[in-house]
């Protein structure tokens, strides 16, 4: 009865952690798609900084991944922020807004799940600037 227990107690723990390794699993060796973006917006006092931007597909390459030119709009829809810290949000802000910067996001892609990986500034990390 008491391995019962314990099982039923660590079930819902179990289930999050293989749940994070798949989602880790997949930002990893999914394939990656690089798209322009625009809009910055930091604050959100229930979630702390975040990029809040719009995918600029009139920039986009519409050819990576096998697309034949034609863009997945309907995938990107619920992806539109990255998160940053609260100490670099600020100076990303100014950078973004400033449009002299070609800035892009890479997503980790599949036709089930998007996840923005990384915010690139000129082609570079942005923690790398």
Same mark, same amino acid.
């Given at each position: ?73 309907? !995938?990107?829809?619920? $992806?539109?922020? =990255? ?5 670099? @949000?600020? *100076? /990303? ?8 910067? !070609?800035?892009?996001? $890479?997503?980790? =892609? ?5 996840? @923005?990986? *990384? /915010? ?10």
């Amino acid at each position: 009865m008491n391995k019962i227990k314990i099982f039923i107690l660590l079930l819902p723990f179990l289930c999050l952690c293989s749940w994070a390794m798949y989602y880790a699993n997949f930002v990893k060796h999914a394939p990656e798609v690089r798209l322009p973006i625009t809009g910055y917006d930091p604050r959100n006092l229930l979630s702390g900084h975040y990029i809040e931007f719009r995918i600029d597909w009139a920039k986009a390459n519409c050819n990576q991944l096998d697309w034949n030119g034609s863009c997945p709009r309907k !995938d990107f829809d619920d $992806v539109t922020r =990255y998160y940053v810290p609260e100490s670099q @949000a600020h *100076e /990303l802000e100014r950078i973004i807004n400033n449009r002299q910067f !070609d800035t892009q996001v $890479v997503f980790a =892609y599949s036709k089930r799940l998007v996840v @923005a990986k *990384e /915010l690139l500034i000129d082609g570079q990390p942005w923690y790398k600037r």
